[in-house]
């Protein structure tokens, strides 16, 4: 059957004709000058070309173009598509040059590198995270494994979007993410950790836990959803829940994705002025605006208790979310041992941006930069745009109230 596609009864292709057209009359002009203005004429005019073509399928288009070109016609296209091809290559070389320039903060604890990671490069390099993705899950499935990753983090940290990263081409029927509402009155009444243990994977599968058991570590106790006798249970049982995951055969990996305070109000501030991201806000992301150094000690006695040799936390510094991500797919791909893994692929986890919990517990940079009053120019300019950035949030929260 014939590419409908290609006919040139197609009125959409009237288009296509008239630049092929325009294009092809640069190709008399004198050898002396340069056929095309532009690598990108020479990308249309073989689009128009092929579009005119009568012909059964896309390779027989192509054949029949070539054929009819001059050889010096051929050499002169052939060179403009080269140029526009060596100019993509070398932009992708300049990214990637300038891929891991640091940052000049770094020596004062803020993210390491100057440069967000390429989209280009991004989209190469989690495709082949992502087959190797299926292969661990393919392992799972075999061997009836099981495996837990949770991923917690402050609000706007970047945890729903990093497990669709994982996730996006898993079999669902092998893969589930977990992301719990508020507990019933009947589930408040149970063992804290009942309504979690009931979501813990079956042979073969694997669970993302979007927030998970920690929310009584963290977000519950700073909010005042608990009492802090609750907390301090949670904190004296949680190891031992995880000590009899672990020993019941489960593979257990805790991500916490970490931001700084002024990338956090720049998420919470592109939320309300993105329509597309503006369901994301929710009464505790506007609550937890000021709760900054509250949010950072619960965290560090969250860490004392559970950052343990059995059940480790791997903290990433995820202001960077392409960096991120294909540091936590990689991270989990580097924890298993699965069949058929191919670790040029799976390439190497940055220790700049991941590392254990200690990371996170030295870092002091942004609290220390809400009573800044001296030090470090930069550390007072950046609290100046810490302040302005949280009171653009708050009066926009004003106005829609």
């Not at 190469?124 to 009836?144: A, D, F, P, R, S």
């Not at 700049?352 to 930069?369: F, H, Y």
Request: charged share 30%.
């Amino acid at each position: 059957m014939a590419d409908k596609s290609l006919t040139p009864t197609d009125p959409a292709l009237e288009r296509d004709r008239k630049v092929a057209e325009q294009l092809t009359e640069k190709l008399k002009l004198d050898d002396a000058f340069p056929v095309f203005d532009s690598s990108a004429d020479a990308v249309d005019y073989v689009r128009g070309a092929l579009a005119t073509m009568p012909a059964d399928s896309r390779a027989e288009a192509v054949r029949a173009f070539l054929a009819q070109l001059q050889p010096e016609e051929r050499d002169r296209l052939f060179t403009a598509l080269l140029t526009n091809a060596a100019r993509k290559f070398k932009k992708l070389k300049n990214e990637v040059s300038n891929l891991y320039e640091l940052s000049e903060g770094y020596g004062r604890g803020e993210y390491p590198y100057k440069n967000r990671y390429p989209a280009s490069l991004y989209e190469k390099e989690l495709y082949n995270l992502q087959v190797e993705l299926l292969k661990l899950q393919e392992w799972v499935k075999k061997t009836g494994s099981r495996i837990v990753v949770v991923f917690e983090g402050r609000d706007t940290a970047g945890k729903g979007g990093t497990i669709r990263r994982f996730t996006e081409n898993l079999n669902p029927r092998g893969a589930r993410i977990v992301a719990l509402s508020k507990p019933t009155e009947a589930e408040a009444r149970q063992w804290y950790f009942q309504r979690y243990a009931a979501q813990l994977p079956n042979p073969g599968e694997i669970c993302f836990f979007d927030r998970s058991w920690y929310n009584r570590g963290v977000v519950e106790p700073v909010m005042g959803f608990c009492t802090p006798e609750q907390t301090k249970l949670f904190l004296s049982e949680v190891a031992g829940f995880e000590r009899s995951l672990v020993n019941s055969g489960i593979i257990l990996v805790k991500f916490w994705l970490s931001i700084s305070r002024e990338e956090q109000l720049r998420r919470f501030r592109d939320r309300q002025t993105n329509p597309l991201k503006r369901w994301k806000l929710s009464p505790v992301d506007i609550a937890s605006i000021d709760k900054w150094d509250d949010y950072s000690k619960a965290m560090q006695a969250m860490f004392l208790a559970s950052d343990t040799p059995f059940a480790p936390w791997t903290v990433i510094r995820n202001e960077d979310k392409r960096r991120g991500r294909l540091n936590a797919i990689r991270m989990l791909l580097r924890l298993v041992d699965y069949e058929g893994r191919n670790l040029e692929h799976v390439g190497s986890v940055d220790p700049l941006i991941v590392g254990r919990s200690e990371m996170l517990v030295s870092q002091t940079a942004d609290m220390r930069l809400e009573s800044a009053s001296g030090g470090h120019a930069e550390d007072a300019a950046k609290a100046r745009r810490i302040r302005e950035l949280e009171a653009q949030v708050k009066e926009h929260y004003r106005r829609l109230d």
